[in-house]
């Protein structure tokens, strides 16, 4: 079945660089996703790319997708401690849309 | 509204009785999404409702859950005869059924069960 993993948790300095990874098993997905969550508040898009695309810059915010290794990052440049939160990378269905996304399991990024 | 809406935002309840919990999805949307977020995991697809097609129930972990949505507006998330395992918070989404699927949250219902 379609299945997404992820880190639990990463500690970075403000001002280096984070990297969140996640792996995916639906190799059919048309779009994956990177929700942001903060303390007691709900999920916020953060970005997301389209499966036929290798890279996508926003900002501060870098998505690389490997599409052969079903590999999905979210680099964030400079983090602040304003970027503290757990990160959700998530993929909709291809050949078994129905509408849902298939969430992974969070990774919280800690700034120090 | 301008954002998706849910209440209540904390609900306490014994262990037995029947909760509902309610969702007020972003006008237009016409897909309505409800997840299941367990401390210190990941979220769990419950339901999702799309126009007036059959709503994927394929996510409801048993029969003592069930959601109704009216039309493309307010959907109710009914759990009856509550279990201390129910305790979670409980998320509505909604989109505009575009063909990038983005999903706009709620805040969530944070369900304790005692």
């Known amino acids: 079945g379609e299945d997404v993993e992820q880190s639990l948790f990463l500690s970075v300095r403000e001002g280096d660089s984070s990297v969140i990874n996640c792996t995916y098993t639906?190799?059919?997905?048309?779009?994956l996703y990177w929700y942001k969550q903060e303390p007691g508040a709900g999920l916020q898009l953060l970005t997301y790319?389209?499966?036929?695309?290798d890279m996508k810059q926003d900002q501060r915010l870098t998505v690389l997708l490997n599409k052969k290794d079903k590999h999905l990052s979210l680099r964030i440049a400079d983090t602040q401690t304003g970027d503290s939160a757990i990160y959700f990378c998530?993929?909709?269905?291809?050949?078994?849309?129905?509408?849902?996304?298939?969430f992974g399991q969070g990774t919280t990024l800690q700034v120090k | 509204g301008a954002g998706v809406s849910q209440s209540p935002s904390n609900k306490v309840t014994e262990k037995g009785k029947d909760v509902e919990l309610r969702c007020d999805p972003i006008?237009?949307?016409?897909?309505l999404y409800w997840y299941r977020q367990r401390l210190g995991q990941g979220l769990e697809f419950l339901i999702y409702?799309?126009?007036?097609?059959?709503?994927?129930k394929s996510g409801l972990p048993s029969d003592r859950f069930s959601a109704e949505r009216t039309g493309e507006s307010v959907s109710t998330l009914t759990i009856q005869r509550t279990q201390q395992e129910d305790s979670a918070v409980y998320l509505c989404?909604?989109?505009?059924?575009?063909?990038?699927?983005?999903?706009?949250f709620g805040s969530g219902t944070q369900l304790s069960v005692l």
């Open positions: 409702f799309q126009g007036n097609s059959a709503p994927d």
């Open positions: 006008s237009g949307h016409t897909a």
């Open positions: 989404a909604s989109s505009s059924r575009g063909y990038n699927e983005k999903l706009f």
């Open positions: 639906d190799s059919s997905s048309t779009y």
């Open positions: 998530a993929e909709s269905g291809g050949s078994s849309n129905t509408g849902k996304l298939i």
């Open positions: 790319i389209f499966s036929n695309m």
